[in-house]
């Protein structure tokens, strides 16, 4: 398998606009989580899905960020509009059967610039 | 809430020299302890997953240990070398994962 893959890798937008960043992750793998990732926060935990169902996404920071998964095989995260602050390092992992029991596999990330 | 810290935040070593690196969290009622590798510009590697009922896992020149009642756990590399300089981070998942803002290596040649 290629593992967990982002798109795209970097996204440069600018302040308003609607940004998509997109998860394919490892076949099989029935949970998926988006993290974000700053100098000042560290990684924080965004959502998560079980099986295409979001499960926990008390970590969304406002309503200008929504995700979905339509599939098994792929996720999005949507910013709408964008504003600088947003500016991060997006990862998506996935994972087999109970979290608690298993590793986690991160994507490359997508590098968010907000200008 | 939990929360989890790790010290140090940055370590410098001479290549050959055995290290640890520290994790602790608050809450213990956690299911399991992951470390990771993060080199810069990259995604988190996973190196060793401990369940909240085991000891210590090893993998190659690394061992991890848990101790859930004083909410602990300890990273240790053997023998380090230069291509281990990356930023180890640890993550607790009790009700999610929370991770640790990270320790930054540096192993010299």
């Known amino acids: 398998d290629a593992g967990v893959i982002q798109s795209p890798r970097h996204e440069v937008t600018e302040m308003g606009q609607e940004v998509t960043l997109r998860c394919k992750p490892i076949s099989g793998h029935d949970y998926l989580f988006w993290y974000r990732q700053t100098m000042m926060r560290g990684l924080e935990l965004l959502i998560y899905?079980?099986?295409?169902?979001?499960?926990?996404d008390s970590g969304m920071p406002e309503d200008r960020f929504s995700a979905k998964m339509p599939n098994a095989s792929f996720s999005t995260l949507k910013i709408q509009p964008s504003e600088p602050r947003d500016s991060a390092v997006y990862f998506c992992?996935?994972?087999?059967?109970?979290?608690?029991?298993?590793?986690?596999?991160f994507g490359q990330g997508t590098r968010l610039t907000v200008v | 809430k939990q929360e989890v810290t790790q010290i140090p935040a940055a370590l410098s070593v001479p290549e050959g020299e055995n290290l640890v690196l520290n994790c602790s969290f608050t809450?213990?009622?956690?299911?399991?302890l992951q470390w990771f590798r993060q080199d810069p510009g990259k995604g988190l590697t996973s190196l060793l997953l401990i369940q909240s009922s085991q000891r210590e896992q090893t993998s190659g020149r690394l061992n991890a240990s848990l101790d859930k009642s004083s909410g602990r756990s300890t990273l240790y590399i053997a023998a380090s070398q230069p291509g281990d300089s990356a930023t180890y981070l640890c993550a607790a998942y009790g009700q999610n994962f929370v991770f640790g803002p990270g320790t930054r290596l540096s192993v010299l040649p």
């Open positions: 899905f079980n099986n295409n169902v979001p499960i926990d």
């Open positions: 809450d213990s009622a956690i299911y399991n």
């Open positions: 992992a996935s994972s087999y059967s109970h979290p608690g029991g298993t590793e986690a596999f």
